[in-house]
């Protein structure tokens, strides 16, 4: 079975600090993944996405991407009270073979940036 | 303007009432999606749609049906809701994989009494 997995939080995090987010996927044939930011009762918004193994930097985020440990993490620099939100991870799987993909959603987890 | 909107944004119904929530975008993707989702489940995929003579069926799609009207329009009936189906509904759009995210519209809040 496909799947998708975050820790479901709450994480806290002080505001100015690094807060890590994680998220591990099962299907090693993968090749593409995003960040969401969802806040409470609002739709989700992409913040990032990566492709190639190593990290990629947007601002205060940095995604971070691991093909052979099939582990994707999401890193906020200077956390602010604004980034309270749950986030979550999506990573376009492929089933029934033949090229044909599917986005999957983890859970997500839930950030809280205390002032 | 919003790229994928939702109608309504909100509604509360009674039980074994035939709603419908509508979907639309301005992105020009081929791909659409529905959507609901709960507290601590996430995200649950209905219904998709890959064109306008394309629709699959997602995980739950038992109680609900859609409607490909264009390749912009994309509708969710709910035949005779049930009060566990209340929930945000979300629609989505994209290109095609493997490489394209999914853009959401703002949602639905449907109440079912």
């Known amino acids: 079975q496909k799947e998708v997995e975050q820790n479901s939080g709450p994480l806290s995090v002080p505001e100015g600090a690094i807060a890590s987010l994680n998220c591990t996927y099962s299907?090693?044939?993968?090749?593409?993944f995003f960040w969401y930011r969802q806040y409470s009762g609002k739709s989700p918004e992409l913040i990032m996405f990566?492709?190639?193994?190593g990290d990629k930097e947007d601002g205060r985020f940095t995604a971070q991407l691991n093909k052979a440990s099939q582990y994707v993490s999401l890193l906020i620099r200077d956390s602010q009270p604004s980034d309270s939100a749950t986030y979550l991870c999506a990573v376009n799987m492929e089933y029934s073979g033949a090229g044909s993909y599917q986005l999957t959603f983890g859970k997500g987890t839930k950030l809280s940036v205390i002032p | 303007d919003a790229d994928v909107t939702q109608t309504p944004r909100n509604r509360i119904t009674k039980t074994g009432k035939r709603i419908m929530l509508e979907c639309s975008q301005t992105k020009g993707h081929d791909r659409m999606y529905w959507y609901r989702q709960d507290p601590g489940l996430g995200l649950r995929l209905i219904y998709y749609s890959f064109d306008v003579k394309d629709i699959n069926k997602g995980e739950i799609s038992d109680g609900y049906s859609v409607s490909r009207q264009a390749q912009a329009k994309f509708s969710l009936s709910l035949e005779s809701a049930i009060p566990n189906q209340t929930a945000l509904y979300f629609c989505?759009?994209?290109?095609?994989?493997?490489?394209?995210?999914?853009?959401f519209g703002p949602g639905t809040r449907l109440t079912v009494l």
């Open positions: 989505a759009t994209s290109s095609p994989p493997p490489t394209s995210p999914q853009y």
């Open positions: 990566i492709y190639s193994n």
């Open positions: 299907d090693r044939g993968s090749q593409s």
